[in-house]
Structure formats: structure tokens, C-alpha cells
């Protein structure tokens, strides 16, 4: 019997290489009960091009006391901020990983601001 980590990480191992068939810069969702994280990461996998998240220091000012890292609002927060910094390294078009999480609550959230400021995938 697999753990529910276990599985997870079989699902984003599967999605991880359908998206390096396809060579494009992917954006990496990771998520823990106080903070939620964003990469893109280069088509060949290499690199880092750009990176958010609410355990940096300026977004823990923003977003007030502890814990507030976690919930719907900061993952739009987040979802904003990376696809401005994807912007800035030039990327414009990337593949959604979600790393095996449900893509629903602060995944969706961080998507679909991702989307709206602009990135495309």
C-alpha cells in the first residue's frame, strides 16, 4: 500500500515527463500547510529561471501574522508575483505542474492568478 505522499509523487513523476516531452519552461506548484511555493523552471530542467513564495521575507511582511501563508489569498498573491518575474526572465509560455496535488483550492487560486497576469499555459 503506497502512502498518500507516495502517491502523489507517482503523479507528478508521470506529468513531469509528459512536460519534458514537450521541452517548454514549466511553472512547479509545491504547497505545506503555512506556505505555498512557485518555480519555472527551463525546459531542459536545468534552471531555475524564477521563483515566489510566501515564506520570503517582503511577502510575510505583506501578508500580516503567521500562517497566513496558507490560504486562497496568497496563492493569488503568489500566482501574480511569479508570473511577473516569469515576465522579466522572458518567459512567456510555460507548462502547468502541479506536482500531484488536486487542482483545486490554492492551486487553482495561484493558476488562474498566473493566467490573469498574463502567463500562458
Known amino acids: 500500500m503506497m502512502t498518500k505522499k507516495e502517491q502523489r509523487l507517482r503523479r507528478a513523476r508521470q506529468t513531469r515527463i509528459r512536460i519534458a516531452k514537450q521541452g517548454v519552461a514549466r511553472l512547479t506548484v509545491n504547497r505545506t500547510n503555512l506556505h505555498i511555493y512557485a518555480a519555472i523552471i527551463s525546459g531542459d530542467g536545468a534552471r531555475v529561471l524564477a521563483s ?44 502547468f505542474d502541479r506536482a500531484g496535488f488536486a487542482y483545486h483550492g490554492r492551486v487553482k487560486a495561484l493558476a488562474e492568478a498566473a493566467r490573469e497576469a498574463g502567463l500562458q499555459f
Open 52 to 95: 515566489a513564495s510566501t515564506a520570503e521575507a517582503e511577502m510575510r511582511k505583506q501578508l500580516g501574522a503567521a500562517g497566513k501563508g496558507g490560504n486562497v489569498a496568497a496563492a493569488q498573491v503568489i500566482g501574480k508575483r511569479i508570473a511577473e518575474r516569469a515576465k522579466a526572465a522572458g518567459v512567456e509560455q510555460v507548462a
